[in-house]
């Protein structure tokens, strides 16, 4: 915390009176700065611990001690003397303010562990109804496409049958026109013979020759009958649109219904059955190092957690290696199928191993040491991935070009959600914009069915809702740990709703609320942090790029 006043210096101390955090040297400029108010300078570790009475607003200079009940204010001594308060009933402010304080933290704990669990199961539920309610609509959508296109298979196979009884009039027709034609050209050429043996025969003095020609005219004057060939019509059918409807099939009417007594209260009895809100828990004031596991890799990015007991590595080569924690002793080898590095890994709620492969184009999963194919991606290069909550698959992925990003939801290897664009239009998340720059993107789902990105190229870590509405973006806190420029790598989530991610350049991990507001820094001597994962009991597990080395890390109580 920086003073108030000069806005450099640690603050060390706090005035109780006007509720201002101080660095020794402002403290003299605080006292001069209004000597009519009494101020109680406390050590900034005593902060708020003084009684703070409020003045009274009749008599500017006193302070108020008592409260009168009849007219629910606080009263100063001058107030009771002046006798407007006479007969009423009186109560020390201390003893207002503790049942008032009293009072407040009830109904703290009951926002607290009953109504706001509640809400946010119930915003949980409706955000699972709306993604249930695109993916029927979807359904909806794709049935009558396919009986669209039943129709027009069938149309189709009915103009087919129409042209081809078409052609078959047509090639009748034409033949019986080209045999009469060859009729008519025999005639013809018969014609044009008999004009040259007449032709000789004029020019002739032999009359024998002359006597030998016999005349066919009176043949060829009974011309042939005239051919015309009827054609068909078509006669189609008036389309009447309200017909049409009736035949191709209709929607019935959707609507609302509205059930006050649809949503039920959270318990405040927790039990690991009821799957109520988990017990609040508080930021240690000094995150404490629990152990440190060797992984042999010569840069190491990924870590998650299989169990409490277990976790999975992944660094710079083709490797992806299972640890026990405990021991940190090797358990699991797998390599990936085509030899390259995995981009990112991370464990289904089934305990599957998944990951991507940047080159490859492809998400991957792991079951009983075979690897198959889940997604194979066109165009778009996958990188950071996740599994959620109700199972399905969260990836991050870049185009070819590296000029677009954007997430993407499977279930199985079918797309469900894409995010791309903010409500302007706007990208929501950055790209290099060249084919030789990767800037890594890594991706989780909150507690609160948030997606949380931490987008390196944007030195911002970029949070949409469940519908893919931007809800903030966090671009680190003043001062630095180490006053480098915020370079977020893994991200990770706890119990808590709290967002964890590693700042690389700074050698730490930001702690942010739900909200993004900051909370605090764990350093613990770390050194490139990369990935984060967190275990049941929300412990934090930091992948060190240089050091090879997962370091296990308590930092709630």
Known sequence: MRCDLCKTAVAQMHCDTCLVNLCTACVGKHFSADLSIPHKIVAFHDRKSTLFYPGCKIHVQERCKMY????DIPVCVSCLASKQHLSHELSKLLEVFNNKKEMIKKEQNELNDT??????????????RMSQLQKEYGDLSTAITKHGEDWHREIDKLVQKLKAEVDEMKNTQLQTLQKHLDEIMKKISDIKEEIDLMEIATDTNDLSKLFNITSSVDIYRNLPNKIVPSLPKFIPEKI????????????SSSSFTSDEHGYSMKTTQKSPEAGSSPPVKQLLDEPETVTTIDTGYRELYNVVCLS??????????????LY?????????????????????????????LVYTEYRDKSVNIVKNKKIEEVIRLQNWLPQGVCSTSSGDLLVIMNSDDNIQTKVVRYFGSTEKQTIQFD??????????GSIFIIEYQNIIENRNLDICVSDTGANAVVVVNQAGKLRFRYTGHIPAAKNESFRPLGITTDSQSHILTADCDNDCVHIIDQNGQFLRYI???????????IDTNDNLFVAQCGKKQVKKIKYLQ
């Open 324 to 352: 026990n924690i405990n021991q940190g002793s090797l358990l699991k080898l797998i390599r990936t199928k085509s030899g390259n590095r995995p981009f990112d890994i991370a464990v289904t709620k089934s305990g599957d």
């Open 308 to 321: 409490d007991e277990e976790i999975w590595t992944s660094g710079n080569d083709n490797t992806m290696k």
């Open 240 to 251: 009447q649109k309200e017909d049409l409807c009736k035949l191709f099939g209709s929607l």
């Open 523 to 533: 350093n613990c001597g770390l050194c490139v942090t990369w990935g984060l994962c």
């Open 115 to 128: 109504i706001y669990p509640t809400y946010q199961d119930i915003a949980s539920d409706v955000q699972n």
């Open 423 to 432: 409500d302007q239009g706007k990208p929501l998340y950055s790209s290099s």
């Open 68 to 71: 009168c009940k009849q007219c």
